[in-house]
């Protein structure tokens, strides 16, 4: 029996691949499977259907390789209302030959309520999550065939491919080690976040900066379906002139993974230390607890992270708890990714009051409301773009003293708009070059605190 996955790749052992059609697996010779390939998944339709020109159009472009003219020839037709299986699974393996693997899983996924395509149709769906690097969505799909698919053959390549995602998760721990670093040059036309008006020149509040960032985990015991990992970062910003703006954090991390009752599941404990212009701003202990799953042709993501501060010399207002409330969505979009987020963020902190009795509060709640973008240009190169909307009130009543004597009492409120442009171009699966334009429009019902800024950097990042 062939152990590569069947379907849509050629074997890179043997001389043999199997081709899926309505009624089983068919054997045939790799030299021959390209050419056949569209003809097994569209044979039974073309002698049907009253538009059997556009089909065998798209079968013709499929064998010539032209997998995009095939698409739109596929395409066209359920725009003018097709909508058979036989087309969705088209459609699917056509996406996959482009390497549009997010799209062609949710075509995928549509079969899977059809008894006649259910089996396969969920085949593809674990090859299109190999495809994704998603080994866990993967080895589901594969099980769930081997324990239901009517095609003794099929349920073969399914177990083959379970072990063979065993053996490379074996291989995975033997490595243990997994890393990002990322290096970028940038430019910031207000790094004081000062209200505009405050900005005595043209020139005040602007400055060139560098950013580093490290990330990396070590799984200390078992797998990424059970198991234990120590992970971290550290990132750094430094001016060019403004040095008391420099900011340095690092962070620690011990978590447990498990996958429980359909879920992806994580819980640990982090420590982070923040440090402004050299000094120390906080420390902070932070329980981590998050559960992911596939819901349909998207995953769903929840968090909850509370967690203690402790502020440095000089920042002892920030003493307290901040506890965070985090939903994602992600799903298949276009060509492309979306991902849907909300975040409540409620902090309880010691506050600062002065001896005049003046009182400011740092425990804001906030809502964080957003959603990005992201899909490919060409093969190497992406784009993404994001808006993030976040609302805050602050605990308590701001007092402050004039000169005069008067005091100003206020509870201060803001709403922040953030949107980002980003872009990345893949020299090699493991480097990259990167682009990022970040804007940020903050407004207060005072208005010392309302300001807009812009962010440019460019970078390249390198995984390890």
């Known amino acids: 029996m062939c152990p590569a996955p069947g379907g849509l790749l050629p074997c890179r052992d043997c001389n043999w691949q199997y081709g899926y059609g309505k009624h089983g697996v068919k054997k045939v010779k790799v030299k021959d499977y390209l050419q056949r390939l569209a003809l097994l998944a569209v044979l039974g339709v073309t002698s049907q259907s009253p538009v059997a020109a556009e089909f065998e159009d798209g079968v013709k472009a499929f064998r010539a390789s032209d997998y995009q003219r095939a698409l739109l020839a596929f395409s066209s037709l359920e725009a003018r209302g097709n909508n058979s299986a036989r087309l969705k699974y088209n459609i699917g393996v056509t996406l996959v030959k482009l390497g549009r693997y997010r799209e062609a899983a949710s075509y995928f996924y549509q079969l899977l309520d059809d008894p006649e395509w259910r089996d396969l149709a969920r085949y593809n769906l674990a090859l299109t999550a190999e495809k994704r690097d998603r080994p866990l969505l993967a080895a589901r799909h594969y099980r769930k065939v081997t324990e239901t698919a009517d095609s003794e053959k099929l349920r073969k390549l399914a177990s083959s491919r379970l072990n063979a995602l065993a053996a490379d998760d074996r291989g995975a721990i033997h490595r243990q080690w997994l890393g990002l670093a990322s290096l970028s040059a940038g430019y910031d036309n207000n790094a004081y976040a000062l209200q505009n008006e405050l900005l005595a020149d043209v020139e005040m509040g602007e400055d060139s900066f560098t950013e580093g960032f490290v990330w990396g985990q070590y799984r200390v015991r078992g797998t990424p379906a059970d198991g234990w990992r120590l992970h971290g970062y550290a990132f750094s910003r430094r001016y060019r002139e403004l040095e008391s703006l420099n900011l340095n954090s690092v962070s620690a991390a011990l978590s447990r993974d498990k996958h429980w009752q359909g879920w992806d599941t994580e819980v640990g404990l982090a420590g982070e230390f923040i440090y402004l212009g050299g000094d120390q701003v906080s420390r902070q202990v932070n329980l981590v ?33 901040r506890q965070r409330v985090a939903l994602k969505w992600r799903r298949p979009l276009l060509a492309g990714e979306l991902l849907a987020f909300y975040q409540y963020d409620s902090n309880d902190r010691a506050d600062l009051e002065r001896e005049a009795q003046d009182y400011y509060s740092y425990s804001p709640a906030r809502h964080s409301l957003g959603s990005e973008l992201e899909w490919p240009i060409l093969g190497r190169w992406t784009l993404s773009a994001g808006m993030e909307f976040r609302q805050s009130v602050y605990d308590g009543t701001n007092r402050i003293t004039r000169d005069d004597g008067s005091v100003i ?49 460019l970078g390249v990042s390198y995984v390890f």
């Open 409 to 457: 009492s206020y509870q201060r409120e803001s709403d922040r708009l953030k949107s980002w442009i980003e872009t990345r171009y893949r020299l090699s699966p493991r480097f990259s070059l990167d682009g990022k334009v970040v804007n940020i429009d903050n407004r207060e019902n005072r208005d010392i605190y309302t300001f807009d800024k812009t962010e440019f950097s």
């Open 289 to 321: 607890s998050r559960l992911t799953r596939n819901l349909g042709i998207g995953s769903l993501s929840l968090s909850y992270l509370p967690g203690y501060y402790l502020g440095g010399e000089g920042y002892e207002y920030l003493d307290g708890w």
